[in-house]
């Protein structure tokens, strides 16, 4: 069963920093794609950087120059560096494939606020 646990969030001011960890079971992480999903109340959840097997990424316009996705294929683990945090960017932010595939983890709550 495919197993993915996200850690790292927190309550950070405007203009911190936070990193994501993301670790996916064995077979699930290494022939995917892997992407970092947020999502607040009443909106749906949206992928803000995708990272493939090779290694090329991709942001939403939203996030871009201030997030760094990453991954470690010997880790099974995938990473969100988040700099220049904005009140915006507070939600709970899930890892998965992309596109995603099997059940979601507990996600991970990120709070942007002064």
């Known amino acids: 069963q495919v197993q993915l646990v996200e850690s790292g969030g927190g309550l950070v001011q405007p203009g911190g920093s936070l990193r994501l960890s993301c670790v996916a079971s064995?077979?699930?992480?290494?022939?995917?794609?892997m992407g970092w999903y947020r999502q607040v109340p009443g909106k749906q959840r949206e992928l803000v950087a995708h990272?493939?097997?090779?290694?090329?990424?991709i942001y939403a316009d939203s996030v871009k120059g201030r997030f760094t996705i990453s991954r470690d294929n010997g880790k099974n683990t995938v990473y969100l560096q988040m700099n220049s945090l904005k009140a915006e960017d507070t939600a709970v932010y899930y890892c998965?494939?992309?596109?995603?595939?099997?059940?979601w983890g507990q996600g991970t709550q990120v709070t942007v606020s002064s």
């Open positions: 998965n494939s992309v596109p995603p595939a099997g059940n």
């Open positions: 064995g077979r699930f992480f290494s022939a995917k794609a």
């Open positions: 990272i493939t097997i090779m290694g090329n990424t």
